[in-house]
């Protein structure tokens, strides 16, 4: 492929009308919270020498992704994507204004700057899944590695200028200048968000509740053990890593001796390699496997560390956090681009939000840490012993190995008409037990069992919980599956979450049985208070034999 047909498809999502308008005023918010961040850090760093208060700004800004990014991803994943952003950049504005005011007063404070970092923080932590997880509406999806990748650079060429702006603008009028713009800068992505036209395909089935969606989404990444492992692997990227951002105003300050123009130029490194890596993706996913582009970006990271700790020219240390901008955002998009095209879409926004809220929470515990450790042995051993483990950390994947993921095989929507039900039940009823009858032929019945704990993640993956599996004592090709769904609408829900290649444990099972014997499915309502008459004189409904269904 040519390098100009390489990037006609890295810009081709920029052709999408819709996309394009919110990737523009996206950048443009980008810029205002960078800005903001250089603000923050340097008001912090003259308010207080206290190494620990300067690194929590980023962990008051990175904290509420942590907090509430899972929440966040069940409401995107429950109500309008578009409204949900709306609202929570509406929170967020309301947060840097007040920042803005109290800084006018006279009144900021290092716990005051904290407290509105966090609020700026928590709004945007509600904004990311619905935003990221919108992208798919908005682009086709043979474009959405790009879109995501698109996204990427917008936030890293933020990165690259915005730092170096903030820089500027602080020091000619101050922390305020920094505050007021990223306000500003706001308003533009509520506009093109109240603007846009989201299509929305009606609910078929009625909404999880929140406490279950909540829950959904975590057993989906607790049973889903590819999706495990790169959350695990973010985890400690972003404990490690999460020392750059947290000590970059100290790097410029103590050890290059430097003021907030110089802390600007090496965020603006920093976010330049971040767009080059950005920009170099695509060919590092088509050469290397996933595995081995982590384990590589890892070793330039921990070097790049390592130079910047014992660096103390300016030049050496620019070139090395332009490396480590390279490495960090080549891992953190591959692993976006990995979880966002292969999750199901109706958990799309919830492994997001882990996901996020994965990174932010290992940047915001890396960065306390860091400070701790700041404090106590100084910025550079600090530095050279977060470069030393990140290169360690490339040994992680020989016990935690990252699997290849590409887009997935098409939902298979599963339309049919759902069982005869005799009882007068509800959405809310419950708890559901389903027994599902199998006849396996004895000489298969070991690789049956084998293949039934691939279902069984798949079941618990879905929706379901208390998995079994048993055999008939006295007929020994007779196997019964068991498992729970909490309510009548959480069995619909599991029913109809046919995940394409997430399947594949149902297909091989289906081999292993007798033809001619059919499966029985048999769906029951476990205590069934209310379901049977309450009087003598009240009349039992008239009800036939339970059906027997297809598998669910």
């Not at 920029?14 to 919110?22: A, G, N, Q, S, T």
């Not at 509406?137 to 698109?150: K, T, Y």
């Amino acid at each position: 492929m040519t390098s100009a047909a390489r990037e006609e498809g890295l810009l081709a999502p920029l052709r999408v009308p819709v996309f394009r308008r919110i990737w523009s005023a996206s950048l443009l918010s980008n810029f205002g919270i960078l800005i903001q961040g250089v603000g923050a850090a340097w008001s912090m760093s003259r308010l207080t020498d206290d190494a620990m208060m300067v690194a929590l700004v980023q962990t008051a800004l990175m904290l509420p992704i942590m907090l509430f990014a899972l929440p966040a991803g069940a409401i995107s994943d429950m109500f309008d994507r578009r409204l949900v952003c709306i609202g929570a950049l509406t929170f967020a504005l309301a947060g840097a204004v007040g920042l803005c005011v109290v800084t006018l007063l006279g009144l900021l404070t290092p716990p005051i700057l904290l407290a509105f970092c966090f609020v700026v923080g928590s709004g945007m932590a509600v904004f990311g899944p619905a935003w990221q997880a919108s992208v798919s509406e908005q682009v086709p999806g043979e474009a959405l590695p790009s879109a995501i990748a698109l996204n990427g650079i917008s936030y890293n060429v933020a990165r690259s200028f915005g730092p170096a702006i903030g820089g500027v603008l602080v020091a000619a009028v101050g922390a305020i200048g920094a505050f007021v713009v990223n306000a500003a800068f706001y308003l533009p992505l509520l506009v093109v968000l109240v603007l846009w036209k989201r299509k929305q395909e009606p609910a078929r089935l009625a909404p999880e509740t929140f406490w279950r969606a909540l829950v959904s989404g975590v057993r989906f990444i607790r049973y889903a053990p590819s999706h495990r492992a790169f959350i695990v692997r973010t985890l400690l990227f972003g404990l490690i890593g999460g020392v750059v951002p947290a000590l970059m105003p100290l790097i410029a300050r103590e050890l290059l001796q430097g003021d907030a123009p110089v802390y600007g130029l090496l965020l603006g490194a920093f976010g330049l390699g971040a767009v080059i890596g950005a920009v170099m993706l695509p060919s590092i996913r088509r050469r290397f496997k996933t595995e081995t582009s982590s384990r590589l970006s890892a070793v330039v990271m921990g070097a790049a560390i390592i130079v910047a700790a014992v660096s103390r020219h300016e030049a050496a240390t620019l070139l090395a956090l332009l490396a480590a901008g390279v490495a960090w955002t080549s891992v953190l998009t591959l692993y976006s681009i990995s979880i966002q095209v292969s999750a199901p879409r109706w958990v799309a926004g919830r492994a997001l939000a882990i996901f996020q809220a994965t990174i932010a929470g290992g940047v915001a515990l890396g960065a306390w840490g860091w400070g701790r450790c700041a404090d106590q042995i100084g910025v550079g051993d600090t530095l050279l012993v977060a470069g030393l483990l990140m290169t360690a950390s490339a040994f992680v994947g020989f016990w935690l190995r990252l699997p290849d993921m590409s887009l997935p095989l098409e939902d298979r929507r599963l339309d049919r008409a759902g069982p005869a039900v005799g009882l007068d039940i509800t959405a809310r009823s419950g708890p559901i037990v389903i027994e599902i009858d199998y006849v396996v032929p004895a000489r298969n019945a070991r690789a049956f069992y084998a293949v039934m704990q691939k279902v069984r993640r798949y079941r618990l993956r879905t929706g379901g919980y208390g998995w079994s599996i048993a055999r008939d004592i006295t007929d020994v090709t007779r196997w019964t599956e068991r498992f729970h769904a909490p309510t009548w609408n959480d069995y619909q829900h599991l029913v109809h979450r046919g995940e394409g290649s997430g399947r594949e444990g149902l297909d091989e099972s289906r081999a292993l049985l007798d033809p001619a014997a059919p499966v029985q499915v048999r769906r029951l309502l476990e205590r069934p208070a209310g379901s049977v008459r309450w009087r003598d004189e009240t009349p039992d409904l008239d009800v036939g034999p339970e059906s027997a269904g297809t598998t669910p």
